[in-house]
Nanobody, 122 residues
Framework: QVELVESGGGLVQAGGSLTLSCAASGRIFSINSMGWYRQAPGRERELVAT???????NYADSMKSRFTISRDNAENTVYLQMNSLKPEDTAVYYC????????????????WGQGTQVTVSS
């Protein structure tokens, strides 16, 4: 079994910064992709930024200039540096990862963290 544990959310004023982290633990052979999604009240969950297994990144266009995703492969951890935060960035931020538990690609499973609340005040 795999667990994703997020941290770093909180309350920040508009224009401020926060860094989220997500650590994966458990039976991990390889991490095929890992990154962040968010869900604001009354809205669908949306992509923020992800890493693919090859190391390329994928960002939502609206966040590309303000958010930066990074990772520590040795620690199975990804980070999301969020700058110039706006009230509309208020949401629950979820870590997501596609993880193989063995050499077989059929062992890949999609996992979600419990979510961390980010609130940006105006």
């Amino acid at each position: 079994q795999v667990e994703l544990v997020e941290s770093g959310g909180g309350l920040v004023q508009a224009g401020g910064s926060l860094t989220l982290s997500c650590a994966a633990s458990g039976r991990i052979f390889s991490i095929n992709s890992m990154g962040w999604y968010r869900q604001a009240p009354g809205r669908e969950r949306e992509l923020v930024a992800t890493f693919t297994r090859g190391g390329s990144t994928n960002y939502a266009d609206s966040m590309k200039s303000r958010f930066t995703i990074s990772r520590d492969n040795a620690e199975n951890t990804v980070y999301l540096q969020m700058n110039s935060l706006k009230p509309e960035d208020t949401a629950v931020y979820y870590c997501n990862a596609l993880i193989q538990s063995s050499v077989s690609s059929y062992s890949a499973r999609n996992y979600w963290g419990q979510g961390t609340q980010v609130t940006v005040s105006s």
